[in-house]
């Protein structure tokens, strides 16, 4: 163990850093690809399993919504029992989930299958990145966060381009398929070359009711926001669903004011900056999905634009890589006007871009999508990587670690919500349209148009967010790994400060990491 530690020669010390890069990396990109194929897929799939649009939009917030509950938890558990462990049964967890997802005949085991790597993906990214941070220190570690986040921002851009490019070749399970071989040859590698390492001072406890009251606080209220307008917004079960979600609330500040190892720090709530950053990249994350999410489907039906999945792949692009491109290229701007107004900028600008679609009408072609889905893109990237520098930045060293949880725990949150509000949204305004005799191309419109309504009240929202936090201090002068955190920040919060370097053991390995933050002040 010590050898393979970097407690033997220099060569296994490069063999394990060299295989802690390599398969955090592939993972990062992979998970990531996967995540963002998704939207593309659904039309495919719902065609091939005979599962309505509306129902298989759980197979994307149930991902977030697993994803929310266990993201800060699988860290914890990697501290305690060892990253790299936690992290092999996050890959196999993943593997599983995508051979379920291959095999899958009705929508029913989609959305069961895309729950599991909800967990899984989460256990990838939160230790992956802590086996960087243990494995390696100063410039070396900033380098290797850094390609990193490079690969994670690349995931999350090519996904809907890869999804769209495989459903034409071997049918939408290839990507699964795919993804299930590449996850299996990291699980070896890993543990051949990857050390391991925990934290022996953390607390042994772990917040296990805190994790199942999150779950319970976000499935009934999305449940509810997906189901209210079939059910009526005033029948038993949909308040059913927001009681119990309030209650789990109510049971979840409960239990995180008791617990020696809460899942959330409630203190760090009246830290203003924190909560503002966080909402605001819960907003940012929750607009991109979501708009994903309705420009796969309305591109692809062919009473919208009649795409192939390769040709709605290519046509998302600018959103989906457009964030991704963005975020690092306006790194600069920040240093210069300070994080809060270009974060208003961004949240300004994409509302701008969603007012536009709110007059979608039938007759637009693809080009007329182009320049406001363009806008959306910069805008949001805009927003979102100085809402995660921030998130870092505005707590003290100890904290960063339990701020840069809180931040990641929002994007999936996001995720979550809003996907399910618009598709709700969407369903329920093409639905009633069609109902009054409108076209049906007319009342797919009409769906877009509303549910640009909505994410543009959301993102006006984030305006006003920005301007209540106050003024948030300048990140300094960006390197390389700011740049990288930038460019992921979409999918994850990546540190640019390097830990303290640890000392060589000589015995089996048990190496403390403390976190660190996401800026410079």
């Known amino acids: 163990m010590s050898a393979r530690a970097g407690g033997g020669s220099p060569a296994a010390a490069a063999r394990a850093s060299t295989g802690v890069l390599t398969t955090t990396c592939v993972s990062a990109f992979v998970v990531n690809a996967n995540t963002s194929a998704v939207s593309i897929l659904l039309p495919a799939i719902s065609e091939d399993t005979g599962s309505s649009l509306a129902t298989l939009q759980w197979a994307v917030t149930g991902y977030s919504l697993v994803g929310a509950a266990v993201i800060v938890t699988s860290g914890a558990l990697g501290d305690i029992f060892g990253r790299r462990r936690i992290f092999i049964g996050g890959l196999l967890l993943f593997v599983a989930s995508c051979v ?268 007329v999508f182009v320049v406001p889905l363009v806008v959306l893109a910069f805008g949001l990237g805009l927003a979102n990587g100085p809402s995660s520098s921030v998130a870092t930045a505005c707590v003290t060293t100890d904290q960063v670690g339990a701020a840069s949880g809180i931040s990641n725990m929002g994007r999936y949150v996001g995720s979550a919500v809003l996907t399910a509000v618009t598709a709700a949204l969407f369903s329920a305004v093409y639905t009633r349209q069609h109902a009054n005799s409108a076209a049906v191309a007319d009342a797919l419109a009409a769906g877009f148009s509303r549910s640009a309504i909505g994410l543009a009240l959301f993102c006006a929202f984030g305006i006003a967010l920005t301007l209540l936090v106050g003024r948030i201090r300048p990140m300094g002068p960006p390197t390389a790994a700011h740049y990288a955190a930038a460019a992921a920040a979409g999918s994850h919060t990546v540190p640019t400060r390097p830990v303290p370097a640890q000392p060589v053991p000589t015995r089996p390995v048990t190496t403390r990491t403390d976190p660190v933050d996401g800026a410079p002040e």
């Open 100 to 367: 379920l997802i291959a095999l899958a005949e009705s929508g029913g085991m989609v959305i069961a299958g895309r729950a599991v790597p909800g967990a899984g993906g989460a256990s990838i990214l939160a230790c992956g990145l802590s086996l960087l941070s243990a494995g390696t220190s100063g410039d070396e570690q900033m380098r290797a966060v850094s390609l990193w986040g490079a690969a994670s921002a690349a995931g999350a851009a090519a996904g809907p381009l890869v999804g769209g490019a495989l459903v034409d070749v071997t049918g939408w399970q290839g990507l699964f398929w795919i993804d299930a071989a590449i996850a299996a040859v990291c699980v070896p590698l890993t543990l051949r070359t990857v050390p391991e390492s925990s934290d022996p001072s953390r607390s042994r406890s772990v917040d296990v009711a805190g994790t199942v009251l999150i779950a319970a606080v976000l499935a009934p209220f999305v449940f509810a926001v997906t189901e209210g307008a079939d059910w009526g917004w005033l029948s038993a079960p949909t308040i059913v669903c927001f009681l119990v979600s309030a209650a789990a609330v109510v049971g979840f500040v409960a239990v995180e004011k008791r617990v020696r190892a809460p899942l959330l720090d409630l203190a760090l709530l009246r830290n203003r900056f924190l909560v503002g950053s966080s909402v605001a990249i819960l907003v940012v994350a929750g607009c991109i999905n979501a708009v994903m999410y309705v420009c796969s489907l309305y591109f692809q039906n062919p009473d919208g634009l009649g795409m192939t999945p390769l040709e709605a792949g290519v046509a998302t692009l600018p959103a989906a890589a457009g964030i991704v491109i963005t975020a690092p290229l306006i790194t600069r701007f920040v240093d210069r006007l300070g994080a809060r107004k270009v974060i208003a900028a961004g949240f300004g600008i994409a509302t701008v871009a969603f007012a536009v679609f709110a007059f979608v009408t039938a007759d637009w072609t693809y080009a």
